[in-house]
């Protein structure tokens, strides 16, 4: 079976592989990136993405591995075993490529959700998403201010009444 991530195969005369890795998360194999090179050039062009260095392997001679610029070597933080989403403190949230979209590239993650959320996208496929809002709890209501009197006589209380007009008794 296959034991990499990301690999750059090149097993024909006169052709040539190439991978452009940006702004992923490759982790859980034998060798992150693989570039073969077997009868022609194969390269992996690699920046804004969480791989381990020391796992990599480039075979034959035109063969090769660019690192570029924000790569990371860290643990993602997802929110678990099965869920690839980020925690909001993983260390791959607003770390992709600072650059933007890309023309024709997909305005959402792979959830269908807003790719950039906080002005920079994520590494990864899942883009961090704002917190819904909160809505306070409402207040428990106020005791009944209003002025209330008693006869001196002792009989029952009668509130008074703010009105417009005349009273006629």
Do not use: W
Request: charged fraction near 20%.
């Amino acid at each position: 079976g296959f034991n990499y991530g990301v690999a750059a195969i090149c097993n024909l005369v006169g052709r040539s592989a190439s991978v452009d890795l940006s702004s992923s998360i490759v982790t859980g194999s034998g060798h992150s990136l693989r570039a073969l090179a077997n009868d022609g050039p194969a390269t992996i062009d690699v920046a804004y993405t969480d791989y381990d260095p020391t796992k990599t392997q480039v075979l034959g001679p035109t063969g090769a591995i660019n690192a570029g610029p924000g790569n990371l070597n860290v643990s993602p933080g997802f929110a678990g075993p099965a869920d690839f989403r980020l925690l909001r403190t993983s260390p791959l949230v607003n770390a992709g490529d600072p650059a933007g979209l890309a023309v024709g590239e997909s305005l959402t993650d792979v959830a269908g959700r807003p790719r950039i959320a906080f002005g920079r996208r994520d590494i990864g496929a899942h883009e961090l998403q704002p917190l819904p809002p909160t809505i306070p709890p409402t207040s428990e209501p106020k005791p009944d201010t209003r002025d209330q009197f008693t006869f001196v006589d002792g009989s029952p209380t009668f509130e008074k009444i703010k009105a417009r007009g005349s009273l006629v008794v």
